[in-house]
């Protein structure tokens, strides 16, 4: 059947709207779905809304974050898209599940950066050294995790050499955690204090989300090589 056969049978199927005919139609002729290539993007969008998120903090966090909130905009309807193109897929270049996983996870990390901008702009909280170095093993973090994705198709074994970096980030988060904690539990305790312990703990919950990713990725990586 040459082109333009397959061409008026697409045709057909879009005429009498059958989701049955659609996916007859996709097993002899599978579209292709360049999911590395929106796994990509989706996690080039997440770098620059952290990014973004970051900057607004150095700028002392005043007033809605708008970069980082239209990057967020931008990376939840990619995901959308990415999910409706997933279940319309026959095949995928590695589990489905694990796309899914990976897409929805990376989402998370953004929306955990928006709670703790939430949070921050409720309480009225200033971004002090500890918000400001978490912020910044973060954003790395997650620059290092798109940079990997660029990696992945072409070259999955150089994109696993990103991984421990990318684990040892996430590790100095948690200590620069700890440290803050410690000090901040340091004599008496005060609502501000309250407050900015709460700030703190969501800069952990989001470096968390970003170790769930690379959890991720790195399976992916190892299903691949």
């Known amino acids: 059947m040459d082109e333009k056969d ?12 059958a989701e049955p005919k659609r996916k007859f139609i996709d097993r002899i002729f599978p579209p292709k779905y360049d999911f590395h290539g929106m ?32 990057l967020k905009k931008e990376a939840d309807e990619h995901r959308w898209h990415l999910e409706d193109e997933l279940i319309l897929a026959f095949s995928t270049p590695f589990d489905r599940t694990d796309i899914y996983d990976f897409s929805r996870q990376m989402d998370r990390i953004i929306d955990s950066a928006s709670d703790t901008a939430k949070e921050m702009r409720e309480f009225n909280v200033e971004p002090d050294e500890p918000v400001m170095a978490m912020a ?10 798109s940079d990997a994705l660029q990696k992945l198709e072409s070259d999955p074994t150089e994109a696993e050499k990103l ?13 620069s955690y700890l440290d803050a904690i ?44």
């Open 6 to 17: 397959e061409k008026a049978l697409e045709a057909d199927a879009k005429v009498h709207g």
């Open 39 to 70: 796994l990509r993007q989706q996690a080039e969008l997440t770098a620059r809304a952290i990014e973004a998120f970051v900057k607004w903090l150095e700028d002392g966090a005043k007033g809605p974050a708008e970069e980082f909130n239209k």
């Open 136 to 145: 910044d093993l973060l954003s790395k973090a997650v620059r290092a995790l």
């Open 163 to 175: 991984v421990p970096s990318m684990r040892r980030l996430h590790k100095d988060v948690e200590r």
């Open 182 to 225: 410690s000090f901040l539990l340091t004599g008496e305790v005060t609502m501000e204090k309250i407050k900015r312990k709460e700030v703190y703990h969501n800069f952990k919950t989001v470096m968390k989300n970003v170790g769930f990713t690379v959890d991720i990725f790195h399976r992916v990586v190892v299903s691949l090589v």
